[in-house]
């Protein structure tokens, strides 16, 4: 995965990274938009992509490696000269089109051009990680994450080393660690709240920097890190229109429970819904600009972005008198459930592909393991009983639709959702509504 997508950059093309949880339909759609010709893939994935060639006219062509067939991409490179010069492209050439989760409708491609891929090294990593061509990279955010791609680009660019994992959940990077004495990870808080109750048995000495990102970092979980290892969580925010991490704080300038201040070459202000700029300690929306920044790819959404000249990235943020900045929520539809998007309404219109499913709203609930799950409030068609064996036959339906990372994890059947006067779905109302449920049982895992 690495070398394609390294090599697809060298030779002057543009890269479009899918996860390999996706679901045909769900592969098919940046293929049509971004109009990708050629792809290539890992065999084991073979047959999710192959039912997106009838969906998908504008894919001439595919090639596996790992498969040991005619025409793989082992057998096309066994004969192949080593020596190639890199296409030479410009600085403002698109490289890559990272799609986002999405919030609402259709996920959004962003561009990004190759003078990004330096911008953000020399910003965050260069200013804030501070890593050492001796450093050794590991990570469980996947390469179409543009926080996972990171983990690559930032040892590269140094000189350092870097470890891929094709599993990376906290019983795979403890012993990884371990094993290739890595000094740098990269991965969300829910995986460092689950690897401190691990940690008996794996050798994680030589960690040196951890850095926290994906979702919001609670101040419990840097606690308990920190007590157990020594290390203090870098945390940050990013987004996919921004490349990477805009808001951080180096390890002696960290305030638990704060995201922190914007990385050198970078701006944020907090706004309100008019755009105008809110003094410290009120709550409003999170603004940034700075070298890299949202170009959306032929989507109007981009008019709601970017305002006049400032990214607004949808969270709910205060700043303080020192400039550090503090995460409150959410201000759209997206779930952050350990450290993967999941936007609402792609879960919404699985479940109503559903016949026992008449209307269906999904929201975020408060979870202790994963800081958030995927809880669907599910209005049933006439005469339908909902129960514990429906419950789980929706959840399965919803792994057969979409990813299946985006599955609810809590199903509650309701007589009526809460509405506008116009029909529309109160999804806020929803929200206070899981929040207040999760409050009063303890915020329970599930």
Request: aromatic share 8%; glycine share 10%; charged share 20%.
């Amino acid at each position: 995965m690495v070398a394609t997508y390294m090599a697809v950059l060298k030779a002057g093309g543009i890269v479009v990274a899918t996860m390999p949880l996706l679901r045909a339909k769900e592969v098919a759609y940046p293929i049509q938009k971004a109009k990708i010709a050629l792809a290539l893939c890992d065999g084991k994935l073979a047959d999710e992509l192959e039912k997106t060639r009838s969906q998908a006219s504008e894919l001439k062509r595919i090639v596996y490696w790992g498969n040991g067939q005619p025409g793989s991409l082992e057998e096309l490179i066994a004969d192949a000269s080593p020596d190639f010069t890199a296409v030479d492209t410009a600085a403002d050439d698109v490289c890559l089109i990272a799609f986002t989760s999405g919030t609402t409708g259709e996920p959004k491609g962003t561009m990004h051009f190759h003078r990004d891929m330096l911008a953000v090294c020399d910003s965050y990593a260069r200013n804030v990680l501070r890593a050492l061509p001796q450093d050794r990279f590991i990570g469980s955010a996947p390469l179409a994450f543009t926080f996972g791609f990171g983990g690559v680009l930032f040892p590269m660019h140094i000189g350092a080393c870097f470890v891929v994992l094709e599993k990376a959940g906290p019983d795979d990077l403890l012993p990884a660690i371990a094993r290739y004495k890595a000094t740098v990870c990269f991965t969300a808080p829910t995986s460092y709240r689950a690897m401190t109750g691990k940690l008996a048995g794996h050798d994680i000495s030589s960690l040196r920097k951890c850095v926290s990102a994906g979702e919001t970092l609670p101040e419990g979980t840097f606690d308990a890190w920190l007590k157990a290892t020594g290390i203090k969580l870098m945390d940050g925010i990013g987004a996919t229109e921004m490349l990477h991490i805009f808001i951080s704080a180096t390890e002696d300038e960290i305030r638990p429970g704060a995201t922190g201040k914007p990385v050198p070459g970078y701006e944020a202000k907090i706004v309100d819904d008019e755009g105008r700029e809110l003094p410290a300690g009120t709550m409003g929306r999170l603004a940034v600009r700075g070298p890299t920044g949202c170009r959306y790819l032929a989507d109007e959404r981009q008019r709601k972005y970017v305002q006049n000249g400032w990214n607004v990235t949808g969270d709910t943020y205060v700043m303080d008198d020192d400039g550090y900045f503090w995460y409150q929520s959410r201000s759209d539809d997206m779930i952050v459930s350990a450290g993967y998007n999941i936007a609402g309404p792609d879960v919404e219109a699985a479940l109503l592909t559903h016949a026992a499913v008449a209307e269906c709203g999904v929201v975020g609930a408060p979870n202790e393991a994963r800081g958030m799950i995927v809880k669907a409030y599910v209005v049933l068609a006439p005469g339908i009983n909902g129960d514990a064996a429906l419950t789980t036959e929706l959840q399965e339906h919803v792994k057969r639709e979409i990813a299946p990372y985006k599955y609810p994890r809590a199903i509650e059947f309701v007589a009526q959702l809460p509405k506008t006067e116009t029909g529309k779905l109160k999804r806020f109302a929803l929200r206070q509504i899981a929040a207040s449920r999760a409050a009063s049982s303890g915020m329970a895992a599930e």
